[in-house]
Structure formats: C-alpha cells, structure tokens
C-alpha cells in the first residue's frame, strides 16, 4: 500500500469522450502532481499543486485540465484527446515541493484513446 | 536544455553486481533520487543523494559526483526480484524534477 490510489485503473475512450482520473493520498502531503508515462521515454510531469495552489503547468494542452479541491484529492479532466495522449498516467504526492522529499506514485491509469 | 542519461537495457546474473550508472546536465543541482519501477507498478523510491560519496542502504548504494554530473546506483547480491526499471531523477534549480528514461535491468538465473 503506497498510500496513493488512483481509479480507473484502466481506461479506454474515444476521441469525442469526457472524462476524469482521480487521484486519493492518504499521507497527509501538501503537494500533488500529475505525470505521463510513455514507453521508453522519462516521465513527464504535467501539472503541480502545492497546498492545493498549481505551481507548475508544463505547457499541457488544454485537453487535459487538473482540479485539486483539497490537499487529498487530486482529478484530471479529460476532453477531446488524441491517440498520442494513450500513455500511463500517474498521480505522486510529496511532503513539500522542495528539498529532499521523495515523491509517493500512485498504480497509475493505463489510458487508450482510440 | 535539460539532460539526464542512463543506459536503456542491462543484464545481469542473480548472485552478482551491478552498476547502473546516470549522467545529467540540469539548471542548477538540488539533489538525485533513484526509482525503482516494476513492469505494470508505480515507481517507488531508492535513494536520495545531495551531497558528493556514497549511500548504502541494504543491498543498495547510490553514488554522487557533483563536479563530474555523474551517479551510479549499485545493486548487490542480485535477486531475481530485482529485476525491473531504474529511474534516476535530478531536482534542478527550480525544485523540479527531471527524469532519465529509466534502465530496465534483467537477473537470469
């Protein structure tokens, strides 16, 4: 148990679809980030919050749109994607956004846009 | 820009050691991490190296040469359930981490 669970574990949508991944850390972090994970290629993080405050927008198309409510709760809103976007997406969280502090993954959505 | 290279597959025999090593080139330096990822699992968390030497932890020890940009991590008595993905990670200047691609480590019997 990571202490970070995300669901769907699995999700597969068309084009036209809407729709949300979400992100739950149980660690009493104050920061929380989204990445992309696509085979053979570093991890790229796409947004970061920071005491629910984003922090970091890494030049993300609008297609992909965060929500943090709270310090616990993480969402990624999804709407019109492209093939390219099929890619693991996976949530961490860290005590503070600085220093020496590891980051926690969580299992990650497997996403297949079609 | 920013850079951080690792080698893309190594193979090694379950007994042995090996070195997987990182190179990088980041704005500004504020510390190393290594990952270790298994096929279908969330990335989990090695070693975190700021200061230049070695860090043993168990079967583990990560290596930082700040002037060289350069680290290694270094896997003892190899285990077949050490076989999975390596992640090395700098956290430059503005605290953001940048990702190597990941070395996928192989153990044969």
């Known amino acids: 148990e990571t202490g970070v669970t995300q669901t769907p574990r699995h999700l597969v949508m068309g084009m036209t679809n809407k729709k949300s991944l979400k992100c739950e850390q149980h660690?009493?972090?104050?920061?929380m980030y989204w990445y992309k994970q696509s085979a053979k290629k570093p991890l790229e993080l796409m947004f970061v919050?920071?005491?629910?405050?984003?922090?970091e927008n890494n030049s993300v198309p609008s297609r992909f749109s965060p929500e943090c409510p709270n310090s616990s709760h993480l969402f990624l809103h999804l709407h019109t994607l492209q093939p390219e976007d099929s890619a693991l997406y996976l949530c961490?969280?860290?005590?503070?956004?600085?220093?020496?502090?590891?980051?926690?993954f969580g299992p990650g959505t497997r996403l297949t846009v079609t | 820009g920013q850079n951080i290279d690792q080698p893309t597959e190594m193979t090694a025999t379950e007994g042995a050691i090996v070195q997987i090593n990182c190179t990088y080139q980041?704005?500004?330096?504020?510390?190393l991490f290594w990952y270790q990822q298994h096929a279908g699992e969330a990335p989990t968390f090695l070693s975190y190296?700021?200061l230049d030497g070695l860090e043993e932890k168990g079967r583990f020890s990560s290596f930082l040469s700040r002037s060289k940009g350069y680290s290694y991590l270094l896997l003892k008595e190899l285990q077949m359930k050490d076989s999975a993905s390596y992640l090395c990670?700098?956290?430059?200047?503005?605290?953001?981490?940048?990702w190597g691609a990941g070395t996928k480590l192989i153990i044969k019997p």
């Open positions: 980041t704005s500004g330096f504020n510390g």
């Open positions: 990670a700098v956290m430059d200047s503005n605290y953001q981490l940048i």
């Open positions: 961490a969280s860290s005590q503070e956004t600085d220093g020496s502090y590891e980051q926690y």
């Open positions: 190296n700021v």
């Open positions: 660690l009493g972090h104050n920061a």
């Open positions: 919050y920071n005491f629910k405050e984003q922090t």
